[in-house]
Every structure is written in structure tokens, then in C-alpha cells.
């Protein structure tokens, strides 16, 4: 079946620093991945995704690359502002179907 | 993208009452879904709801507790019945645009069972 296993949290970064959240999936065929961001107080936003192998989804400074060899999807941000303070959730859509699968969410904040 | 928006965006509710929750997108879409996020937890479906047919139900969900209607191709409503405690939650719809393969939600609706 499809899951999304999705690094714990909480994270806490100073500006500036470097960001990973780590993401993996397990799924059948070729899906799509994702990764949306929930700031506080607000819906989920889609902040990038990809949808075929070697692909570089990326917004605001994010990346993210799709390994299928790792079966991967890991987000990266190479200097975090205060506002990226959100929870980040990492997605995939399984082949063929709509139904997206969420990981559990990565609370990041960023103090200045 | 879409823009989509829900209402209310928040509510408290009495033990044993019902809310529909509105879900009103800019543009038509076939494909609607409605999602549950409950405290400090992700996102699980609830249902999908297309235009033109019943709404079909995830596992653990049923229709006489969140019955859906979907009149046209860029409205949509969830109800939640007889609401107790444990339907606190956040209640998110979200559309899939033709050929984008990709969900765009709304802001949600914050609903407390008291």
C-alpha cells in the first residue's frame, strides 16, 4: 500500500541555518510527491512537488528531489527566515488514483 | 491553482447537534475531497465527492455521520452529525483542477464540540 514516513518533530533552527526534513514513502507504480506547508492559523498551501523520478520540485528557496533509488523525498532550504516557522507535511498521490497520503507533519520554527 | 473558500472557518458546537460546512471553489472541477485533521495530528480523507454521483467514503467513515452533497462542479458541503467531543477537528476540502494531478485545499473550518 502507500505510506509516508515523515521525520519527527519538533525542529528548531536559528536564522539562517540550514534546513532538512526528512521524508520516504512506500508506494506501488510511480507516484506524485508533495510537500505542502500549514502556517499558523491557516490551511495547507502546496509548496512544491514532483512527479517523476530525478525531478526538482522547488518555491521560496525550497528543493526537494525525488530518489526513487532511496525511495525518497527529503525537503531542503539552505538559509531559514523566521516566516518559514509552519508545519511541514510531505504527500504522496499513489498511480492512477486521487487520494492523497500525508506524513504526520514537521513543526519547524526558526528564532531570530 | 484554485481558490477555494469555506464556511464557517470556525464554530463551537453542542454535544448531539449538526454543521454543514460549505466549500465553494472559483472555477469547475470534478474532482472534490474532504479531509479531517484532528488536533496536533495530519490529514485523513474522509471522503471524495464528485459531481453527478454519491460521495464514496474512506475506511471508518460513513455517510449518515458525514453525509456530502455536491450540487454542481464548484460546490460542495460536508455535514457533521450529531456531533460529539471527539469530532473536534479541523475540516479541510480540497479540489484536483483537470490535468494538474495536484490538490489545492481551502483554509478550513476549526470546529469545537463542547
Known amino acids: 500500500g502507500n505510506s509516508v514516513t515523515q521525520m519527527e518533530g519538533p525542529v528548531t533552527l536559528s536564522e539562517e541555518a540550514f534546513l532538512t526534513i526528512n521524508c520516504t514513502y512506500t508506494?506501488?507504480?510511480?507516484?506524485?510527491l508533495f510537500w505542502y506547508v500549514q502556517y499558523p492559523g491557516e490551511g495547507l498551501q502546496l509548496l512544491l512537488k514532483?512527479?517523476?523520478?530525478?525531478d526538482k520540485g522547488s518555491n521560496k528557496g525550497f528543493e526537494a528531489t525525488y530518489r526513487k533509488e532511496t525511495t525518497s523525498f527529503h525537503l531542503e532550504k539552505g538559509s531559514v527566515q523566521v516566516s518559514d516557522s509552519a508545519v511541514y507535511f510531505c504527500a504522496l498521490s499513489g498511480t492512477g488514483a486521487n487520494n492523497l497520503f500525508f506524513g504526520t507533519g514537521t513543526r519547524l520554527t526558526v528564532i531570530p | 491553482s484554485a481558490v477555494i473558500s469555506q464556511k464557517p472557518s470556525r464554530d463551537i458546537c453542542q454535544r448531539g447537534t449538526s454543521l454543514t460546512i460549505q466549500c465553494q471553489v472559483d472555477s469547475q472541477v470534478t474532482m472534490m475531497f474532504w479531509y479531517r485533521q484532528q488536533p496536533g495530528q495530519s490529514l485523513t480523507l474522509i471522503a471524495t465527492a464528485n459531481q453527478g454521483s454519491e460521495a464514496t467514503y474512506e475506511s471508518g467513515f460513513v455517510i449518515d455521520k458525514f453525509p456530502i452533497s455536491r450540487p454542481n462542479l464548484t460546490f460542495s458541503t460536508l455535514t457533521v452529525s450529531n456531533m460529539s467531543p471527539e469530532d473536534s477537528s479541523i475540516y479541510l476540502c480540497?479540489?484536483?483542477?483537470?490535468?494538474?494531478?495536484?490538490?489545492?485545499f481551502g483554509p478550513g473550518t476549526r470546529l469545537t464540540v463542547l
Open positions: 508506494a506501488t507504480g510511480y507516484p506524485s
Open positions: 514532483a512527479t517523476k523520478a530525478d
Open positions: 480540497s479540489v484536483e483542477p483537470y490535468s494538474t494531478d495536484t490538490q489545492y
